[in-house]
């Protein structure tokens, strides 16, 4: 079943003969779900397809929101990095009709448009999806948070974590981190000293987690 054999399945936009500035301001945002890890490699396959099937002036934008992070590696340095926001899934901007929805559903590593799904009027099988655009509120929400939201520090060490100490006075202890701080590149752990569980202060590049 194709998404146009259900004509009520769409707005289909009434002219497609607009100028690009008419149709920008007509398009809607659509969500589309896409294997994991595959965001980029759609983006790319759909920049390309829309080239080759001449869908530019009804696929305007294709976004992947992200934000800031700041990844704390073992030896203590930063690397920036950026986080997606919705893991799993492409921001589409478009005036949806049937040529552009095959165009976007038949792109590698989609799986489907996110939206209502449309029960079969026969037998027992799923129905099929029918797209439904964001609000401008999800829209300004999305894109909010992703220009505005400040860099966030990941670190691989998280409360309950077992870890041995490379430097410093408790070289060779071993012991649970009981808090993260990654804003001060710290952790709290609990050493056992003279046979008692006592907190102590270290720095991220003093000790290894493990495994």
Not at 32 to 48: D, F, M, W, Y
Not at 159 to 179: A, H, N, Q, T, Y
Request: proline share 7%; net charge neutral; glycine share 6%.
């Amino acid at each position: 079943m194709t998404y146009a054999s259900d004509e009520s399945n769409y707005d289909a936009p009434e002219e497609l003969e607009d100028s690009p500035a008419e149709g920008r301001s007509r398009s809607r945002w659509y969500a589309v779900q896409v294997a994991s890890g595959c965001e980029k490699r759609v983006k790319l396959n759909l920049q390309q397809r829309i080239k080759t099937l001449d869908v530019a002036n009804r696929i305007f934008d294709i976004e992947i929101p992200q934000t800031p992070a700041v990844k704390l590696r073992k030896d203590g340095s930063r690397q920036n990095v950026e986080e997606k926001v919705f893991p799993g899934y492409v921001l589409v901007r478009m005036l949806l009709d049937d040529d552009v929805w095959q165009v976007v559903k038949n792109t590698p590593h989609v799986i489907n448009f996110v939206g209502a799904e449309q029960r079969r009027s026969t037998g027992r099988g799923r129905g099929h999806v029918k797209p439904m655009p964001l609000s401008p509120g999800e829209v300004k929400r999305i894109f909010k948070q992703s220009q505005e939201q400040k860099p966030v520090v990941k670190v691989d060490m998280a409360p309950g974590d077992k870890i041995m100490v490379l430097s410093g006075p408790f070289k060779d202890f071993e012991g649970e981190v009981i808090e993260v701080s990654p804003e001060r590149s710290k952790l709290k752990a609990l050493l056992s000293i003279f046979g008692r569980d006592t907190p102590v202060e270290l720095e991220f590049n003093q000790v290894e987690k493990e495994s």
